[in-house]
T-cell receptor, first 114, second 113 residues
Framework: AQTVTQSQPEMSVQEAETVTLSCTYD???????LFWYKQPPSRQMILVIRQEAYKQQNATENRFSVNFQKAAKSFSLKISDSQLGDAAMYFCAYKPRGAQKLVFGQGTRLTINP | NAGVTQTPKFQVLKTGQSMTLQCAQDMNHEYMSWYRQDPGMGLRLIHYSVGAGITDQGEVPNGYNVSRSTTEDFPLRLLSAAPSQTSVYFCASSYIGGGEKLFFGSGTQLSVL
């Protein structure tokens, strides 16, 4: 079975600092997609970043970047220059190519300290 | 463009009552799905559909029914609510293909007493 594990239930960081959220996954597939979603207190699910497994280059979106280690099945999210608005639950998710189902991790609650 | 619209936003039921959570999207997405979110467990897939007339079970389908009569609508029915179904429910949709973005509704907070 495909599983996604986020081993950090909670993380905190000082404003303007950098924080890294961890995610590991288990799959026998070679072609798939990985995602990070942000869920602020409003409850809305917001796509932060997406990585295609066959692309070696790590995806970046402004202050958000990932460290994708395919062999280790690791997909961490780095948030640089943390801002108060980054406070949220963050979910890592996996989807094999050709399938529609997204498998989510348990989530990491990120707190930003002013 | 409304995106994915879920109603209601909040609902309280008594054990044994039935209800339908509504979901509609206006993006002509083939794929629609329902997730439930519980603390410490992330989002788990309940049911999904890849087109009108086609539905399939996800990870936690027991106690829920779905149907897809149109491309736009994908209602989730609770036939006899149980306290274990207290959760936040999300509807999500996307185009079918590779790594298309999943669009989420704003969620329904359901409490079963």
């Amino acid at each position: 079975a495909q599983t996604v594990t986020q081993s950090q239930p909670e993380m905190s960081v000082q404003e303007a600092e950098t924080v890294t959220l961890s995610c590991t996954y288990d799959t026998s597939e070679s072609d798939y997609y990985l995602f990070w979603y942000k869920q602020p207190p409003s409850r809305q699910m917001i796509l932060v970043i997406r990585q295609e497994a066959y692309k070696q280059q790590n995806a970046t979106e402004n202050r958000f970047s990932v460290n994708f280690q395919k062999a280790a099945k690791s997909f961490s999210l780095k948030i640089s220059d943390s801002q108060l608005g980054d406070a949220a639950m963050y979910f890592c998710a996996y989807k094999p190519r050709g399938a529609q189902k997204l498998v989510f991790g348990q989530g990491t609650r990120l707190t930003i300290n002013p | 463009n409304a995106g994915v619209t879920q109603t209601p936003k909040f609902q309280v039921l008594k054990t044994g009552q039935s209800m339908t959570l509504q979901c509609a999207q206006d993006m002509n997405h083939e794929y629609m799905s329902w997730y439930r979110q519980d603390p410490g467990m992330g989002l788990r897939l309940i049911h999904y559909s890849v087109g009108a007339g086609i539905t399939d079970q996800g990870e936690v389908p027991n106690g829920y029914n779905v149907s897809r009569s149109t491309t736009e609508d994908f209602p989730l029915r609770l036939l006899s609510a149980a306290p274990s179904q207290t959760s936040v429910y999300f509807c999500a949709s996307s185009y079918i293909g590779g790594g298309e973005k999943l669009f989420f509704g704003s969620g329904t907070q359901l409490s079963v007493l």
